[in-house]
């Protein structure tokens, strides 16, 4: 449905098409409840410190709100319950003292601000307050919507690029109380405003989104050449379209807004950026970050945008006229630089694998710089070639259920798959790797090893340079890695060995495996089936097994392979023998609470891997709270 040409048509046109977009919105309100991810535990202090006292320092009682209200965050909250009230100058991460000695959020309060009013509304009604976050993030998509009504002029067209959207990363953090959703749909409807003739809307909007997340400042300078791209005419001519008051008035609107953060950041902390002080390290800006920003199988804007970049490469040049075709292609490389002006300064975060949902929060705003000339390429387009976009929208739905099927701290299917088939095809960030892999958030250790968590036989790790028992952890007393190991070196000195570890015989008298090693080698020795070392003192010093199955993964020399191998340790309740496996060789039941040397097969021997399976015999819950299943906790292992 094309709108009617005469204003008062337009106009109809536009409230029915809001009226429309309202109730899809108020239905997806409706269907779920708030996210409390990313960085919603700072945001739900600020908003209840806000509604409670009208200023943004955290107060206790506001904690004990907090407390009262999520719940699922009571952990996190006590944290910093018991820094405030033992006084400590640092705080737990992501909150600070300010120069008056109060405690204080790193984020600016200003998405908070947003949530204020709509928070006690609710709270009055009796309504979960903190669905005002929702309220937020659906609000600025309305603005989005009609945004993308005014550039179409097609009610069909508008709800099928705000779906595209939504499949671009909106429908994963439309629900979190965090800004990211904001930011990214204010930033793709600003660039469309600014280039369709709403200079000082599209100013405001790309102020709020900087409020948060402050590279999109760049938008001030990209805007106004993205709109020289487009406009007809000379060049004298649109020049002078480029300085006309309304658009430099609206940069100055815009650039006003962004400044408020700063010049709070200046007074309450003495910096223009406390989070650039506490939690940034130029030296990460990388090409290995770069990579990963826009290459990561994991997070990266590749698996947020896979059917938009295809479609940018592929749609709108054949069969165009030549000068759409030059036009194009400018819009994309403009595009394209002010996609790495929003993503360099994000390399330099300290948390690089950060809570995100499938595609990392960076790229899903940072993607509004491909969203946007794809969808101006669309608009040159009377009839929309229906096949090629129905396959972009598929694909991106695929992505889409792709990421809910994944937390932060695993692998994606997606990058599991290739890293088991091919693992020296692809090396990801080190952080990304060792957190997805140890499933464990913010301990990357140098003097850790981490490797590929599989089912299947793990043929990847990842260890520091600076490590110098690595030869002794990998292939025990008096042996080293072999040269003929394939490996990638990476950034800060750290090294992927892609393939079976390789191991060259210095004449080490076996080796022995405890609890130094479980911790250090993590899941590169304890590749499946296994929960968290424990040192418990008095010979309770190991890892207890979880599930029905587990397995460790040890590298030999194959040229001097050991000729018995003895795993010992204690059994949980109803549990006396366990059924062992070498490399797929069956070995029978044994009691390993025994101690005794199993004597291993010639038919094992020659590998550079042990494959070590353990079946249990009849694994347990220890109780209430705890949904390990236990059956044998291993204390060593010793290879003869």
């Not at 200079?199 to 102020?207: F, I, T, Y």
């Not at 020049?239 to 609107?253: E, F, H, K, N, V």
């Not at 792709?402 to 798959?417: F, G, I, M």
Request: glycine fraction near 10%; charged fraction near 15%; hydrophobic fraction near 45%.
């Amino acid at each position: 449905m094309s709108l009617d040409p005469t204003p008062t048509g337009r106009r109809a046109a536009a409230w029915r098409f809001a009226l429309l977009l309202g109730a899809l919105l108020l239905a997806l309100l409706l269907s779920k409840g708030p996210a409390h991810n990313g960085d919603a535990v700072e945001y739900s202090l600020q908003t209840i410190a806000l509604v409670r006292h009208g200023s943004p320092d955290i107060r206790l009682d506001d904690i004990a709100v907090a407390k009262q209200l999520v719940p699922s965050r009571v952990g996190v909250y006590q944290i910093i319950e018991d820094d405030m009230r033992a006084n400590k100058p640092e705080l737990y991460a992501a909150f600070t003292r300010g120069k008056d000695g109060r405690v204080y959020a790193v984020h600016f309060f200003g998405y908070a601000l947003l949530t204020a009013l709509p928070f006690k509304l609710l709270q009055g009604l009796g309504v979960d307050p903190f669905k005002a976050y929702q309220l937020v993030n659906l609000g600025m998509l309305f603005v989005l919507g009609m945004s993308l009504f005014r550039l179409f002029g097609s009610t069909p067209k508008a709800l099928l690029a705000l779906a595209l959207f939504m499949l671009s990363g909106g429908a994963q953090y439309w629900d979190w109380g965090s800004p990211e959703c904001l930011s990214a749909a204010a930033l793709l409807a600003a660039l469309i405003l600014y280039c369709d003739g709403a200079p000082l809307r599209a100013g405001l909007l790309a102020g709020l989104a900087a409020l948060q997340n402050p590279t999109i400042v760049f938008f001030f300078g990209f805007a106004p050449l993205l709109r020289l791209c487009l406009l007809e005419g000379g060049a004298r001519a649109r020049l002078a379209a480029l300085l006309r008051p309304r658009y430099l008035a609206a940069l100055a609107l815009g650039l006003a807004v962004f400044a408020v953060p700063p010049l709070y950041n200046l007074w309450q902390f003495g910096v223009p950026n406390i989070i650039v002080k506490l939690f940034s390290d130029p030296t990460l800006v990388n090409p290995t970050r770069l990579h990963s920003f826009y290459f990561d199988l994991n997070q990266g804007m590749l698996i947020g945008i896979p059917g938009v970049w295809a479609a940018l490469l592929l749609f709108g040049w054949r069969g165009r006229p030549a000068a759409e075709r030059r036009r194009n292609a400018a819009l994309l490389g403009l595009c394209l630089l002010f996609s790495l002006a929003l993503s360099v300064p994000a390399l330099a975060v300290l948390n690089w694998n950060s809570g995100a949902t499938g595609v990392m929060r960076y790229a899903f705003w940072g993607g509004a710089a491909f969203l946007f000339p794809l969808l101006w390429r669309l608009r040159d387009h009377p009839r929309w070639p229906l096949a090629p976009l129905l396959a972009v929208a598929l694909v991106q739905a695929l992505f889409t259920y792709s990421a809910s099927r994944y937390h932060y701290l695993e692998l994606s299917p997606l990058s599991r798959w290739v890293m088991q088939r091919a693992p020296g095809l692809v090396n990801p960030e080190p952080e990304i790797f060792a957190e997805r892999n140890g499933h464990n958030d913010g301990n990357v250790r140098t003097d850790q090893v981490y490797g590929l968590s599989v089912e299947g036989p793990s043929n990847k790790l990842l260890y520091n340079l600076a490590n110098g028992d690595i030869d002794v952890l990998l292939c025990g007393e008096g042996n080293s890695l072999a040269a003929d190991n394939h490996t990638v070196d990476t950034m800060r000195h750290w090294r992927y060995i892609n393939g079976p570890v390789r191991c060259k015989s210095g004449g080490g008298a076996g080796r022995t495996l405890a609890i130094e090693q479980f911790q250090q080698l993590q899941t590169q020795l304890l590749a499946f089936g296994w929960s968290n070392p424990e040192r418990n003192g008095s010979g309770w010093d190991g890892v207890w097994s979880n599930g029905p199955n587990s397995r460790l993964q040890v590298a030999v020399d194959a040229a001097q392979p050991p000729a018995t191998l003895t795993l010992s340790g204690y059994y949980f309740a109803g549990n006396r023998r366990s059924r062992l496996s070498v490399n797929g060789v069956d070995l029978g039941w044994h009691d390993l609470q025994q101690g005794a040397a199993v004597a291993l097969p010639a038919a094992v021997r020659g590998a550079s891997q042990l494959q070590i399976e353990l079946a249990h015999e009849a694994p347990g819950e220890p109780g209430p709270g705890d949904q390990r299943h236990l059956a044998l906790f291993l204390r060593k292992v010793v290879l003869r």
